[in-house]
């Protein structure tokens, strides 16, 4: 992959945003890539909006993905969409819980994860560094509801090869 791949991930305060750029940017570095991650988290701590923009290619100059140019925007909050919409690129993919049967997931906090298993649908690294990424970014106990969270977010997510 030789061009830079920017995803924005957005949502609220609690939602795992943070967590969630944490291990996309931990997968990206795992397979190879120059990985550049910013955040913005606001008004994180009363329930408002955060963002986390990670970049990664074979050489990443700036953590923030300009506007209009993010290959990806995952977004775990509904009424975030429209706010973020501006940062998609022309022929992006937005990835939002309606991606995700939560009925399906060990617990409604794995949205987050879940929606992370959609996106590598859409991305180059293998299932495996997913999985190591999570094992070693959460407490082991987690791991297994995290590991059907992202399978479930993953399995409902066209393949692209």
Known sequence: ?????????????????????????DVALRAGYDVKK????????????VT???????????PMVPAGEADFLLVLEPTQVEPHRYMLRPGGILITPDAVQASQLP???ALNVALLGALSAHLP?????????????FAESFFDGNRQAFLIGRAGQKRVK
């Open 125 to 137: 690294m293998p299932e495996e560094q997913w999985l190591d990424s999570l094992r070693s970014g």
């Open 107 to 109: 617990n409604k906090k």
């Open 52 to 62: 986390g923009d990670v970049r990664f290619g074979k050489r990443v100059h700036s």
């Open 1 to 25: 992959m030789s061009k830079v791949t920017n995803i924005v991930v957005a949502g609220l305060g609690g939602q795992g945003v943070l967590k969630g750029t944490d291990i996309l940017a």
């Open 38 to 49: 910013s955040e913005i988290k606001g008004m994180s701590q009363r329930g408002g909006s």
